[in-house]
């Protein structure tokens, strides 16, 4: 597929979805979305579910690198609603994230268009519901974003372009998990795991073609193995990153990360299974598809796959495969622009330790020591109005220390500019899943045991990979590095949703005293108000 073919595809499928285009350099797309509750039978059982424009899961938003979004969301929900765009770096522009902190709610019968651009930005991602406890009912759906022409991308046009949305799920509805989690219970275990939203899914190819899978893990907990019958995997792109492109079986994704890989039908033709279960519990659910070559006329056989036989250290070791590819472009030219990030040196430490603790009699999760708690006011809102009373900046401290876990509305200053180094330790028995709204960074390290500063002579300051989302596995720490140069305020949280609603997460504030719209954008005109800053103007 030539690349004047692969625009009018971009163009032609954009045009399919219904999609407004208003021509220019960097083109505006129009959409409107109406959430609502609907009724779906998903593991053989109906339940309510969260419906985008009817569609479970929502629709899928395609875009190429900055194209701006204008997407007008309609909540008929019967609670406050917001979508997040997971992995989408917002430049200069937190206004547009969608999480509790930088936004009010949608409430019922209400709308709000979000207005954000794809900035040098490409690859695979996803949006859903951060509010309460909605991403467990649906609402989630793919982003992807494609090159411009003018940047080549170090692979051939796919054939075909797959989308897999895989997750754990709950028969349980979404307030009565909230309730449980109100309660002091964690999340109970699920009880399935979904691709796109169902138990049986077929994608199908032409024998000799090479097909593009993207694989998002859209679920509330649970890593995954994902693996193809018969079939290698060549990874190509992780969050946004091109990867040196190595060959695998099976591919662990865990809470909140995407990755995407071209598969080539050079088997016989016959029908083949497509797994993804799940990883690091007792008892293994499994998801099944079925890949189908166009003249096939054998129906899936055999046994399926085998999921990895090892478990953390076989996963951690698969980790630290994955390499930046230094020969590719990204979606603009020179991504780190003049520096290259394993030759600076960070201008501050940050050591975060997740815990699980008992406050009041009932269960938070907190990182050093402190469970977010939300506040009525956007800290954004009061950030930009100087609402006092809504957030203080020495309620969460840089490094662990001891004492009672505590509650706070907790926000960590950083100066625009900085070179953080951020160490997530692990010392439960749990693996855990790290996301950063407005940022990538470099994963340059994963270790076991206890983080200290001689484990950096580990790290890979070569060509570690950057994404948005990081696992770290049980009693072990992940070290990453962070350029912070997109001012804003940023949720840095579980992406495992449970820990995140009962606390594990918090703010930085990312901050020059120098307002600037070089810096940063000025509240939008149709910025929502609520808590203290209604009565406040724009």
């Not at 899978?213 to 290698?232: D, K, Y």
């Not at 520096?339 to 938070?364: E, Q």
Request: charged share 15%; aromatic share 12%.
């Amino acid at each position: 597929m030539g690349k004047a073919v692969m625009l009018q595809w971009v163009i032609g499928l954009l045009a399919l979805l219904g999609v407004s285009q208003v021509d220019a350099e960097d083109p505006y797309f129009y959409y409107t979305w109406t959430v609502t509750y609907g009724t779906r039978s998903i593991l053989r059982v109906p339940q309510q579910v969260i419906l985008i424009n009817d569609q479970f899961p929502g629709p899928k938003l395609e875009v190429v690198t900055n194209n701006n979004i204008l997407l007008n969301l309609i909540n008929k929900l019967d609670q406050p609603f917001l979508l997040t765009w997971n992995g989408i770096k917002q430049r200069k522009n937190s206004w547009q994230d969608g999480v509790l902190g930088t936004n009010c709610p949608i409430p019922p019968n209400s709308n709000y268009t979000y207005k954000f651009q794809a900035k040098d930005q490409i690859g695979s991602y996803t949006y859903f519901p951060s509010t309460l406890l909605h991403k467990a009912a649906g609402g989630f759906g793919a982003l992807n974003i494609y090159h411009r022409s003018v940047i080549p991308i170090p692979y051939g046009y796919p054939d075909g372009d797959f989308t897999l949305l895989i997750g754990d799920w709950y028969k349980t509805s979404h307030k009565t998990l909230q309730q449980s989690l109100d309660s002091g219970k964690p999340l109970p275990f699920p009880d399935g795991v979904l691709i796109n939203g169902q138990t049986q899914s077929t994608f199908s190819g032409e024998q000799g073609k090479t097909y593009m899978f993207r694989i998002s893990n859209v679920g509330l907990s649970t890593s995954f193995n994902f693996r193809i019958q018969g079939h290698t995997m060549k990874l190509v792109e992780v969050e946004g990153s091109h990867v040196v492109q190595n060959l695998y079986d099976s591919l662990d994704v865990h809470v909140g990360q995407s990755l995407a890989v071209l598969v080539t039908l050079n088997q016989p033709p016959k029908d083949y299974y497509i797994v993804a279960s799940t990883r690091f519990l007792r008892t293994v659910l499994t998801a099944t598809a079925m890949l189908h070559y166009a003249n096939s006329q054998t129906p899936v056989s055999g046994p399926l796959p085998a999921a990895p036989a090892f478990q953390f250290h076989w996963s951690m070791q698969q980790a630290r495969t994955y390499r930046w590819n230094l020969t590719s472009n990204a979606a603009r030219p020179n991504p780190q622009g003049s520096f290259h990030y394993g030759k600076i040196t960070p201008t501050k430490t940050i050591v975060l330790a997740n815990s699980a603790s008992f406050i009041n009699g009932k269960l938070r999760y907190t990182v050093n020591g402190v469970s977010y708690v939300n506040s009525d006011t956007p800290l954004k809102l009061a950030d930009y109005f100087n609402i006092p009373g809504v957030f203080t900046m020495d309620s969460i401290r840089g490094l662990p220390s001891g004492g009672a876990a505590t509650v706070a509305t907790s926000v960590m200053p950083v100066s625009l500019h900085d070179f953080l180094e951020v160490v997530f330790q692990n010392n439960e028995n749990t693996p855990q899943s790290w996301h950063l709204d407005g940022y990538d960074f470099w994963v340059v390290g994963f270790g076991s045991g206890q983080w200290n500063p001689h484990k950096r002579k580990t790290y890979n300051l070569v060509d570690a990979l950057t994404r948005h989302t990081t696992q770290v596995y049980p009693n072990s720490w992940t070290a990453v590095l962070i350029s912070m140069d997109n001012q804003g305020m940023w949720n840095l949280r579980s992406a495992a949703w449970g820990r995140q609603y009962l606390g594990q997460q918090f703010y930085l504030r990312v901050f020059d005293p120098v307002r600037s719209l070089t810096n940063e954008y000025d509240t939008p005109s149709n910025v929502l108000l609520c808590g203290k800053a209604v009565g406040f103007h724009p």
